[in-house]
């Protein structure tokens, strides 16, 4: 295989493949097998005719060579481990060997990789989710890397759909975007180490992912910027089309830079607007959205409108938080229930429903229900209670915090039962106020009025819908 050969700043060798059947196209640049110091890596190129289209190549290389010195914000960001030396006007840099993401020469293992899909391809119906957990599972993924991210305070200066990896089944993310992820934001300018004025810098194409402000160049990026780009995502991840795009996009014949302004920038509007109905979604074109926004859940449907209203889209109201974003998610997730004659999932709204499949005519009749806090679950045998609705506000931004079990339910000797499947124990409180401890692995027969004390929060079992 005909390689070429790169010194790194960090003085060590980069090879990569001149084959240009690369393995993925992100939104610049393009990601393709290498070696790093001897061994197999994945390097994201970028082309001397790409750095000069972009506009930025002197400060992106900059801002990789700064991302050395710090840790990766969490296990979904594919984070710089080296970046090389300027060759020819082309730059490329190492990715961290993510153990969700490696390169070995192994077809098994080549699978694993192409598991890995862009939020692309969903959007245009390549591949789609396993199921409806596995996509609710990747909205609280991205929500997380996205906590996580804030934490370290940094900000994208750029985002597309194919800089966002998914791996249908699990819902598990990647995000091969850090060369755009900058530290700090928020203002005109920023400081260096040294206290010196840093200047703005950007790629010279629009972001439809980043607010009006932003693609208008009236503001640079910075928490609440991070906050309208995730619910794009989030909205994406769930209907498969970009909020602003309805009748005013269809309408250009040309989606241009000029019309990019315009849609995502100038003349914005959500497709679902509550006071505005001239950017609707067109039948024949728009179907994902026009079907799944009448599928969903009302809160769902209205968390977006809100999330896109012209306050926000003008810039007078903050974008919703990622906390909020994050609550409706688990709560989503714990609604979503199987037909037990079909297998068609459902999403539980209140009370007994008939299953959505056509030509199924069974009832979901939860046997019982469970309350935590003000939120009422349907109680299904094999269903679980996560962690994240225990104790949402502590572990956000940890990894996999949103997928850790807290307890199932399940039949003991043919009776409704919840099982401890937590490391720590819970008390039970009998209806008669007796208490009792449960350990890890036990259960505990459910009876109406019920409580379980677990993890600072009381789950109360009911026998009626309230």
């Keep these: 295989m005909d390689m070429i050969e790169i010194d790194s700043v960090n003085g060590k060798k980069i090879r990569i493949s001149k084959d240009v059947n690369y393995i993925a196209q992100p939104g610049f640049g393009t990601v393709r097998a290498g070696e790093y110091d001897g061994n197999p890596c994945l390097v994201k190129w970028f082309s001397r005719e790409e750095l000069e289209r972009m506009g930025c190549g002197r400060q992106l290389r900059e801002n990789l060579t700064a991302h050395l010195k710090q840790d990766p914000p969490g296990r979904s960001f594919l984070w710089p481990v080296d970046v090389s030396k300027m060759e020819g006007g082309s730059l490329c840099y190492v990715m961290n060997n993510s153990d969700l993401l490696t390169y070995r020469a192994s077809e098994k293992e080549k699978e694993t990789l192409l598991a890995y899909r862009s939020l692309a391809d969903f959007m245009e119906q390549r591949c789609r989710f396993g199921n409806w957990i596995s996509m609710v599972n990747t909205a609280l993924c991205l929500i997380t890397a996205f906590s996580q991210l804030r934490k370290k305070r940094y900000n994208f200066l750029h985002m597309t759909e194919d800089d966002i990896y998914i791996q249908a089944k699990t819902g598990r993310i990647l995000i091969a975007n850090m060369e755009f992820a900058r530290k700090g934001g928020g203002r005109k300018a920023d ?276």
């Design 191 to 466: 400081s260096d180490s040294n206290g010196q004025k840093t200047a703005e810098w950007r790629p010279t194409a629009t972001s439809r992912m980043l607010p009006p402000s932003y693609v208008m160049n009236t503001k640079a990026p910075d928490r609440q910027a991070a906050d309208y780009m995730l619910a794009t995502l989030l909205f994406e991840i769930l209907y498969l089309n970009h909020p602003l795009e309805g009748y005013g996009a269809a309408s250009r014949p040309v989606m241009d830079e000029r019309a990019m302004r315009e849609i995502y920038g100038s003349q914005p509007c959500f497709s679902y607007d509550n006071d505005n109905q001239s950017n609707r979604p067109v039948p024949g074109l728009h179907n994902n959205l026009i079907n799944f926004w009448k599928l969903y859940p009302d809160y769902v449907g209205n968390s977006f409108s809100d999330a896109f209203c012209q306050q926000v889209l003008s810039g007078k109201r903050a974008p919703i938080p990622l906390e909020r974003w994050y609550h409706i998610f688990a709560r989503m997730r714990s609604l979503i229930v199987s037909c037990p004659s079909c297998g068609t999932e459902n999403i539980w709204q209140s009370g007994d429903q008939q299953c959505r499949k056509k030509g199924c005519d069974t009832v979901l009749k939860p046997p019982m229900y469970y309350d935590i806090d003000e939120e009422c679950y349907p109680l299904f045998m094999g269903s679980t209670i996560y962690r994240c609705q225990l104790d949402p506000s502590s572990g956000l931004g940890r990894e996999d915090f949103y997928s850790e079990e807290a307890g199932r339910f399940v039949r003991t000797r043919n009776k409704p039962s919840l099982q401890n499947t937590s490391d720590q124990e819970w008390t039970v409180v009998d209806p008669d106020g007796t208490e009792r401890p449960l350990g890890f692995q036990e259960t505990v027969n459910l009876t109406d009025g019920l409580r379980v004390v677990a993890e600072g929060k009381t789950i109360t079992i009911r026998s009626k819908y309230i």
